[in-house]
């Protein structure tokens, strides 16, 4: 089982959703951004490395939202996901097909990766975006 880490990054009453690229193992699906905690890392160091190293921007982790855990045929996923908000810098996508600002209702319109695909509804039913 490998540790992840997802930022529901919200500005402007939208969430940050970001497109794995064509040639990653869960190809063109959509995801709340973050990636795999390094050995002696705290999933909030975690986030704000990955944010650096994805996006190109500093975040400020808030307080813990949930967890997923998602067997795939290639590996167990334990997916830990943050509330954040952007500190500093523009979005610059370096890992990423693309990414969007959406509000809670649009995320229905989008093919998330199974893993993240609670984090989905716990955001519409929590009205943590408003």
Not at 28 to 50: D, H, V, Y
Not at 97 to 121: G, H, I, M, Q, T
Request: charged share 35%; net charge negative; with cysteine.
């Amino acid at each position: 089982m490998i540790k992840v880490t997802a930022a529901i990054l919200i500005k402007d009453g939208r969430v940050l959703i970001a497109k794995r690229k064509a040639n990653d193992k869960l190809a063109n699906k959509w995801e709340f951004p973050g990636g795999k905690i390094e050995a002696g890392e705290s999933p909030e160091e975690c986030l704000r490395r990955e944010m650096r190293e994805e996006f190109q921007v500093e975040i400020a982790v808030e307080e813990f939202f949930g967890e997923s855990i998602y067997r795939y045929d290639h590996t167990t996923v334990h997916l830990l996901a943050y509330l954040a908000h952007l500190e500093k810098g523009e979005l610059k996508p370096t890992s990423h097909a693309e990414y969007r600002w959406v509000s809670a209702d649009e995320l229905d319109k989008y093919d998330f990766a199974p893993a993240d695909k609670p984090f989905v509804e716990k955001i519409q039913s929590s009205r943590v975006i408003e």
